[in-house]
């Protein structure tokens, strides 16, 4: 006889959270989950993990005061976290917070997330974060930037860092579709496939034929007339992707990372010529490394692969690009 009540039905239990977004730092990682879930793990002891402590944390570990937020977003930097709440319209940072990078006035290292007070009320399309400087893109294409600030990565006109966010002045009138942060500089895709370069320009990577830094934006005007719809940056070089499809890249190349054949910087952006055969759909820039995924599913690496970064079963650098496979 069952219980009075009972239907008899064995209730099925809800599925697990599914990984909707993933991001790294430095030696942290963050996953957003369905259901606005937000997770962190690795480091901690800069507060880049946001448990209220200086812990590491050795598996993905609930962030429990984001629970009420439904969080669509996360972008790591180096040792902080950045986070956006759609329906709050709102920013959330918490870390390491030398050099402004948290955007809350201060240069305080913070171990819970905070609202970024001068991004309330906008509507973000992306957020970048470099090693210690931050950009965000809102709906409308204006891109607003704070943090470290020594070579012009800010794009404000100036190497004072800003401890807020500040508009950068020099994209009025001209809207962006996405940005990318190196370790001390920037890259940029407008709506209308413009590309653009700023900050550190040592090892060519903003594209612009020299070595010089720019406080400014500036257009990367050697790209063939293409129109440029993905950027990332590596840590001293940059990766764009044309409407093509067709891969081009430039800057620091000692390990190989740019995938022409050598170790020379170049100047300004080259396509690879590997990949000149594929549709590239997806990029990413490592210290000294890059991936690339095409649109037929193969995923490409090279560079650097002392650590086996490459993922192709070895430790050889490779200066063209390797078939990863994934496993």
Same mark, same amino acid.
């Given at each position: 006889?069952?219980?009075?009540?009972?239907?008899?039905?064995?209730?099925?239990?809800?599925?697990?959270?599914?990984?909707?977004?993933?991001?790294?730092?430095?030696?942290?990682?963050?996953?957003?989950?369905?259901?606005?879930?937000?997770?962190?793990?690795?480091?901690?002891?800069?507060?880049?993990?946001?448990?209220?402590?200086?812990?590491?944390?050795?598996?993905?570990?609930?962030?429990?005061?984001?629970?009420?937020?439904?969080?669509?977003?996360?972008?790591?930097?180096?040792?902080?976290?950045?986070?956006?709440?759609?329906?709050?319209?709102?920013?959330?940072?918490?870390?390491?917070?030398?050099?402004?990078?948290?955007?809350?006035?201060?240069?305080?290292?913070?171990?819970?997330?905070?609202?970024?007070?001068?991004?309330?009320?906008?509507?973000?399309?992306?957020?970048?974060?470099?090693?210690?400087?931050?950009?965000?893109?809102?709906?409308?294409?204006?891109?607003?930037?704070?943090?470290?600030?020594?070579?012009?990565?800010?794009?404000?006109?100036?190497?004072?860092?800003?401890? /807020?966010?500040?508009?950068?002045?020099?994209?009025?009138?001209?809207? /962006?579709?996405?940005?990318?942060?190196?370790?001390?500089?920037?890259?940029?895709?407008?709506?209308?496939?413009?590309?653009?370069?700023?900050?550190?320009?040592?090892?060519?990577?903003?594209?612009?034929?020299?070595?010089?830094?720019?406080?400014?934006?500036?257009?990367?005007?050697?790209?063939?007339?293409?129109?440029?719809?993905?950027?990332?940056?590596?840590?001293?070089?940059?990766?764009?992707?044309?409407?093509?499809?067709?891969?081009?890249?430039?800057?620091?190349?000692?390990?190989?990372?740019?995938?022409?054949?050598?170790?020379?910087?170049?100047?300004?952006?080259?396509?690879?010529?590997?990949?000149?055969?594929?549709?590239?759909?997806?990029?990413?820039?490592?210290?000294?490394?890059?991936?690339?995924?095409?649109?037929?599913?193969?995923?490409?690496?090279?560079?650097?692969?002392?650590?086996?970064?490459?993922? /192709?079963?070895?430790?050889?650098?490779?200066?063209?690009?390797?078939?990863?496979?994934?496993?």
């Amino acid at each position: 006889m069952e219980p009075a009540g009972s239907s008899g039905e064995v209730e099925t239990p809800p599925p697990p959270p599914r990984v909707v977004l993933i991001s790294a730092g430095a030696s942290h990682s963050v996953a957003l989950l369905s259901g606005h879930i937000v997770c962190s793990w690795g480091r901690g002891e800069d507060g880049q993990l946001g448990h209220g402590n200086a812990e590491d944390q050795l598996i993905p570990t609930v962030l429990s005061a984001l629970d009420n937020a439904r969080i669509v977003s996360i972008v790591c930097g180096a040792d902080h976290t950045t986070a956006y709440s759609e329906p709050e319209l709102q920013v959330y940072s918490w870390g390491w917070g030398d050099f402004g990078r948290l955007g809350h006035g201060n240069s305080s290292d913070i171990f819970t997330p905070q609202p970024i007070k001068a991004l309330q009320g906008i509507k973000i399309k992306q957020i970048a974060c470099g090693d210690s400087h931050c950009l965000a893109v809102t709906m409308d294409g204006e891109v607003q930037s704070w943090g470290r600030n020594q070579n012009g990565q800010l794009g404000l006109g100036t190497n004072e860092d800003s401890l /807020v966010p500040q508009k950068i002045q020099s994209f009025q009138g001209i809207p /962006v579709k996405m940005i990318a942060a190196g370790a001390e500089h920037t890259a940029a895709v407008t709506e209308d496939g413009e590309l653009y370069g700023w900050g550190w320009g040592r090892y060519g990577n903003l594209g612009l034929g020299d070595r010089n830094d720019r406080l400014i934006p500036e257009k990367v005007s050697s790209v063939g007339g293409q129109n440029m719809v993905l950027v990332a940056c590596g840590w001293r070089h940059t990766i764009t992707v044309s409407s093509s499809g067709n891969l081009y890249t430039y800057g620091w190349s000692k390990y190989g990372q740019l995938g022409h054949g050598d170790f020379e910087d170049h100047l300004v952006p080259h396509q690879v010529e590997a990949l000149q055969q594929s549709c590239v759909s997806q990029i990413s820039g490592g210290w000294r490394h890059t991936m690339a995924l095409t649109s037929d599913g193969k995923l490409y690496g090279w560079g650097w692969n002392k650590f086996g970064q490459v993922g /192709v079963g070895g430790k050889i650098w490779y200066l063209l690009h390797v078939d990863g496979g994934i496993q």
